[in-house]
């Protein structure tokens, strides 16, 4: 059974750093994508950047691009979320999901199986003051 475990959230003020990570245990193989989501209060839930373990190749929301790197330890089973320049507006719920899914694929693509199919963790919260 595939269980994910994130860690790492916390508070810091607007322009500060955090890094995520989600620990990604019952795979077999490396043909899974991780992605990381996000859900403010009364808001939607936000893909924010997947990563597909197999290659390393990634993709980023365009409200993250330049300031969010995901990135993997596959030795250590892990996906990071490194966050950087964070606003705000980044406040939320962040999430690791993961599905078994074969090749290289678009960013929307791969957030809408998450969302529909992915196993999930049960998030760790990022709060950012100004």
């Known amino acids: 059974q595939v269980r994910l475990v994130e860690s790492g959230g916390g508070s810091v003020q607007s322009g500060g750093s955090l890094r995520l990570s989600c620990v990604a245990s019952?795979?077999?193989?490396?043909?899974?994508?991780i992605g990381w989501f996000r859900q403010a209060p009364g808001k939607e839930r936000e893909g924010v950047a997947t990563?597909?373990?197999?290659?390393?190749?990634?993709n980023y929301a365009d409200s993250v691009k330049g300031r969010f790197t995901i990135s993997q330890d596959n030795a250590k089973n892990t996906v990071y979320l490194q966050m950087s320049s964070l606003q705000p507006e980044d406040t939320a719920m962040y999430y690791c999901?993961?599905?078994?899914?074969?090749?290289?694929?678009?960013?929307?693509?791969?957030?809408?199986?998450?969302?529909?199919?992915?196993?999930w963790g049960q998030g760790t919260q990022v709060t950012v003051s100004s």
């Open positions: 999901a993961a599905i078994a899914m074969r090749g290289s694929w678009p960013f929307e693509f791969a957030l809408a199986n998450l969302r529909a199919s992915g196993y």
């Open positions: 990563i597909y373990v197999a290659t390393g190749d990634t």
């Open positions: 019952g795979y077999t193989h490396n043909n899974y994508y």
